[in-house]
Each structure stands twice: as structure tokens, then as C-alpha cells.
């Protein structure tokens, strides 16, 4: 079982990224997903989520308006990111859980990825 999470690089403010986390070993599509991240010195937050299903999607206030979740097949999980801010500074890190519902804690995921670092900075 494997999460693999890519498509950090670094962006100047106001920029778009696009992440995507694929797994291996098992299915997406059974699992809701999240994405979180960490800056260094600082605790890992929740960014975004979607329900095994995809009929809800969930996004830190930080985030909302300019960050999108989807789903692409089975096996991807995107991360959208428009208007990107230096704060947004941070390795990127994509979660399963087994349950319906997309979690806002770290501890309410089964499953993680390696993480991509996505640097917002001019």
C-alpha cells in the first residue's frame, strides 16, 4: 500500500499548482481522501478533503476560493491550487481513511504519502 503525492515545484505569489496523489496497492476510490501540509516549525494541518463518495468536498478556511479537490479516476486525487500566497509554503502531503467521510485530523487517516514541497516565493 502506497501514496505517492507530486507536483510541487516552486511558484511565484499568484501562481497555479496542480498536485496529484496516486496509490498503489489498493483504491482510491474506496477511501476518503485529504490533503494536508506542513511548514517547517509548524504542525501539520489539514488542507482539504473529499467523502469516498465525492458528494463533499471540505477545505481549511485558509484555503477556500482558491483550492480544488477532485478525483480523476480510481486511483488520482488532485490537489488544485490558484492564487498561491507565500504562506502557502509547505510540504504537501495526501491521506486515506478506510471510513466514508473525509477527516480534518491527522490521526483520522489510515494511510500517507511522502509529501511534495510546494515553495510560494518571488
Known amino acids: 500500500v502506497q501514496l505517492q503525492a507530486s507536483g510541487g515545484g516552486l511558484v511565484q505569489p499568484g501562481g497555479s499548482l496542480k498536485l496529484s496523489c496516486v496509490a498503489s496497492?489498493?483504491?482510491?476510490?474506496?477511501?476518503?481522501m485529504g490533503w494536508f501540509r506542513q511548514a517547517p516549525g509548524k504542525e501539520r494541518e489539514f488542507v482539504a478533503g473529499?467523502?469516498?463518495?465525492?458528494?463533499?468536498t471540505y477545505y481549511a478556511d485558509s484555503v477556500k476560493g482558491r483550492f480544488t479537490i477532485s478525483r480523476d479516476n480510481a486511483n488520482t486525487v488532485n490537489l488544485q491550487m490558484n492564487s498561491l500566497k507565500p504562506e502557502d509554503t509547505a510540504v504537501y502531503l495526501c491521506?486515506?481513511?478506510?471510513?466514508?467521510?473525509?477527516?480534518?485530523?491527522?490521526?483520522?487517516?489510515?494511510?500517507w504519502g511522502q509529501g511534495t514541497l510546494v515553495t510560494v516565493s518571488s
Open positions: 496497492g489498493f483504491t482510491l476510490g474506496a477511501n476518503a
Open positions: 491521506a486515506a481513511n478506510s471510513g466514508y467521510y473525509a477527516e480534518s485530523v491527522a490521526r483520522g487517516y489510515d494511510y
Open positions: 473529499i467523502n469516498r463518495s465525492n458528494d463533499m
